[in-house]
């Protein structure tokens, strides 16, 4: 299979936790875009890079959010002190890079803060 | 702002019947829009995409159409089957990012 492929599938962890997921992307593809999704509404848009450089940042992306794409190739997406409201589905994509490319998403990561 | 809105939020329809998922954009500089059809347990599935200079698009039972003066694109299942059942979620692309913008999904329903 040579999707895009999330880990883990779930997490649950405590409030107040580290927690840290991990994408691969489909391998000639040169974007690689985080969203996050909430029961009942479609993904958000949180980053994005090209290559290893993250190009944009959501405003939804609070400082204790920090993804990281260090050799350009596979991603990770980290939450410090977790809190309630970060329970979510996290969605990883990608792309080859220029205009209007098709994104295609992962199966994501749910995370259950308790 | 960004914005894409997506009707209705549900929608039942017989087997074989058609279904049409309407959405409105609010950036006028948008110039691509992906469907997405999303499975319980699953990731979003690509389907189907349109892009700006192209009016309707095709591909066996599935349509979209775009009409980019009134910022409407809307996407056509005709003779459904059970397989069909799922989220459906209109999209598109931010003309001054390479961002996503979402509609809030259509569950949509085949009943026997």
């Known amino acids: 299979d040579t999707g895009v492929s999330q880990d883990p599938r779930h997490k649950i962890t405590k409030r107040g936790q580290n927690v840290t997921f991990r994408c691969d992307p489909i391998?000639?593809?040169?974007?690689l875009y985080w969203y996050r999704q909430t029961l009942g509404q479609g993904p958000e848009f949180l980053t994005y890079?090209?290559?290893?450089?993250?190009?944009?940042k959501s405003r939804l992306l609070s400082d204790r959010f920090s993804a990281e794409r260090p050799k350009g190739s596979f991603s990770t997406l980290e939450i410090q002190r977790t809190e309630q409201g970060d329970s979510a589905m996290y969605l990883c994509?990608?792309?080859?890079?220029?205009?209007?490319?098709?994104?295609?998403f992962g199966d994501g990561t749910r995370l259950s803060i308790l | 702002g960004e914005n894409v809105e997506q009707h209705p939020s549900t929608l039942s329809v017989q087997e074989g019947d058609s279904a049409v998922i309407k959405c409105t954009y609010s950036?006028?500089?948008?110039?691509?829009f992906p469907w997405y059809k999303q499975e319980l347990g699953k990731g979003p599935q690509l389907i189907i995409d349109?892009?700006?200079?192209?009016g309707e698009k095709k591909d066996q039972r599935i349509a979209v159409t775009l009409n980019k003066t009134a910022k409407h694109f809307s996407l056509h299942i005709t003779e459904t089957q059970p397989e069909d059942s799922a989220v459906y979620f209109c999209?598109?692309?931010?003309?001054?990012?390479?961002?996503?913008?979402f509609g809030s999904g259509t569950r949509l329903s085949i009943r026997p």
């Open positions: 950036d006028s500089a948008s110039n691509y």
């Open positions: 994509a990608s792309s080859p890079a220029g205009n209007q490319q098709p994104q295609h």
């Open positions: 999209a598109a692309l931010w003309s001054s990012a390479s961002k996503i913008i």
């Open positions: 349109i892009r700006s200079n192209v």
């Open positions: 391998s000639e593809h040169n974007r």
């Open positions: 890079f090209q290559n290893e450089a993250q190009l944009e």
